[in-house]
């Protein structure tokens, strides 16, 4: 079956670049999205075929997809991005995978 | 505007079957796109557990397929989830959302339902 792995959490400073990587074998042939969540809500998508931004989300979100690994950055990070964020692919044989997601921490 | 919710009840038995519904509103759901079913068990990650197109095309996770049957009511303008044979490990708070499917996700959601397999 495939995977996808994430770091389990990322800190950042405010006003700082936040990265979050997601890999998976070969990912980079598959389309990526990205969801966050914040405590006691449902998941919103923020990126989806790898680097685009569904209406309503910031331009600090930006999302790119090459070789094995998938990454979500956010720019200038405020304090309202801390949240947990996973990182999801489709995969022939497993339809829809997610990753184990990250905890983002702004400090 | 689209607004997805589920309903059903929120304590399931061991062994038992877990059955949830899922009304849309603001959206046809006869339309282009598929309906999923995700869950997270408490304090972990989001697990996708099956979808539906309008027309009843079903795919489902591997790994949960043969306990999964999601099916769905045009005229209701709903779909719904079974999950046979619960333990405690199906515990968790189920989501239902709309599948664009490919590479373009989940991007209507459901609030979400805490479901607890318990005796």
């Known amino acids: 079956s495939y995977e996808l792995t994430q770091p389990p959490s990322v800190s950042v400073s405010p006003g700082q670049t936040a990265s979050i990587s997601c890999s998976g074998d070969?990912?980079?042939?598959?389309?990526a999205c990205w969801y966050q969540q914040k405590p006691g809500q449902s998941p919103v998508l923020v990126i989806y075929?790898?680097?685009k931004r569904p209406s309503g989300i910031p331009e600090r979100f930006s999302g790119s997809n090459s070789g094995d690994t998938a990454t979500l950055t956010i720019s200038r990070t405020q304090a309202m991005d801390e949240a947990d964020y996973y990182c999801?692919?489709?995969?022939?044989?497993?339809?829809?995978?997610f990753g184990g997601g990250t905890k983002l921490t702004v400090l | 505007q689209v607004q997805l919710q589920e309903s059903g009840p929120g304590l399931a038995k061991p062994s038992e079957t877990l059955s949830l519904t899922c009304t849309v509103s603001g959206h046809s759901i006869n339309s282009d796109y598929y309906w999923g079913w995700i869950r997270q068990p408490p304090g972990k990650g989001l697990e996708w557990i099956g979808s539906?197109?309008?027309?009843?095309?079903?795919y489902y996770n591997p790994s949960l397929k043969s306990r999964v049957t999601i099916s769905v009511d045009t005229s209701k303008n709903e779909f719904s989830l079974k999950l046979s044979s619960v333990t405690a490990a199906d515990t968790a708070v189920y989501y239902c959302a709309r599948d664009r499917r490919g590479g373009d996700g989940f991007d209507m959601w459901g609030q979400g339902t805490m479901v607890t397999v318990s005796s």
């Open positions: 075929q790898d680097l």
């Open positions: 070969k990912l980079g042939d598959k389309y």
């Open positions: 999801q692919a489709w995969d022939s044989s497993t339809a829809w995978v």
């Open positions: 539906i197109s309008h027309s009843g095309s079903t």
